[in-house]
């Protein structure tokens, strides 16, 4: 069981917006640690998307963005396009882990 | 740009030691970086392991933390994880990644492609 939760799956037609959510607690993202987003297609490395809550690395379209607020964060889709159909996961960092790096289960984002 | 390349055996026996290396391209091993190693089981999510810096500080995931141990070689511009006493629970993929932030906010923009291994008699 992951330390922070999200959906397993979410879906959208394109053009469409999505969100994926990422659940936390006190000691993570309710701490106001920053929050991160990686994408990773099908049999690739992850992907760095969104970094410190709500920054785009270059080259990040800005169909992309992300939001933290009380225990949870997420990440925005819009203008939803076929490439996107990808896995898609948080990252945070746990006080109560000894200081340990966590990651959301991951969700699965299918273009309709 | 700095670039990663995980090698190492790809099949390993239960109760035996994961070893594998991270090349370091494009940059130095002992910049201003953390070096991270996450895997990643078939079909599953990612887990972080652990980092480290290249003067030998580092962090490890408690889960792991009394088998792990990673290291940096500075003449070969590299970085290393060791996994004692695998299962098949440690079947795998691994990545290696570059680590950037504050402490409790690291983040990793550059990833290797990633290595699968097995753990199997």
């Known amino acids: 069981q992951s330390v922070l939760t999200q959906p397993p799956s979410v879906s959208g037609a394109p053009g469409q917006r999505v969100t994926i959510s990422c659940s936390g607690s006190g000691s993570n993202i309710g701490a106001g640690y920053d929050v991160h987003w990686y994408q990773q297609l099908p049999g690739r490395a992850p992907k760095l998307l969104i970094y410190?809550?709500?920054n785009r690395p270059s080259g990040v379209p800005d169909r992309f963005s992300g939001s933290s607020s009380g225990t949870s964060a997420s990440l925005a889709i819009s203008g939803l396009q076929a490439e996107d159909e990808a896995d898609y996961f948080c990252?945070?960092?746990?006080?109560?882990?000894?200081?340990?790096?966590?990651f959301g289960g991951g969700t699965k984002l299918t273009v309709l | 740009q700095v670039q990663l390349q995980e090698s190492g055996p790809r099949l390993v026996k239960p109760s035996g030691t994961l070893s594998l290396t991270c090349a370091v391209s494009?940059?130095?091993?002992?910049?201003?970086?953390?070096w991270t190693w996450v895997r990643q089981p078939p079909g599953t999510g990612l887990e972080w392991i652990g980092e480290?810096?290249?003067?030998?500080?580092?962090n490890y995931n408690p889960s792991l933390k009394s088998r792990v141990t990673m290291s940096v070689d500075k003449s070969k511009n590299q970085f290393s994880l060791n996994l004692n006493s695998v299962t098949a629970a440690d079947t795998a993929i691994y990545f290696c990644?570059?680590?950037?932030?504050?402490?409790?906010?690291?983040?990793?923009?550059?990833w290797g492609q990633g290595i699968l291994v097995t753990v199997s008699s």
């Open positions: 480290i810096y290249h003067s030998a500080g580092t």
């Open positions: 410190n809550d709500d």
């Open positions: 494009g940059g130095s091993v002992s910049s201003t970086n953390w």
């Open positions: 990252q945070s960092f746990d006080s109560n882990l000894s200081g340990s790096r966590v």
């Open positions: 990644a570059r680590a950037v932030g504050r402490p409790s906010g690291r983040y990793f923009p550059v």
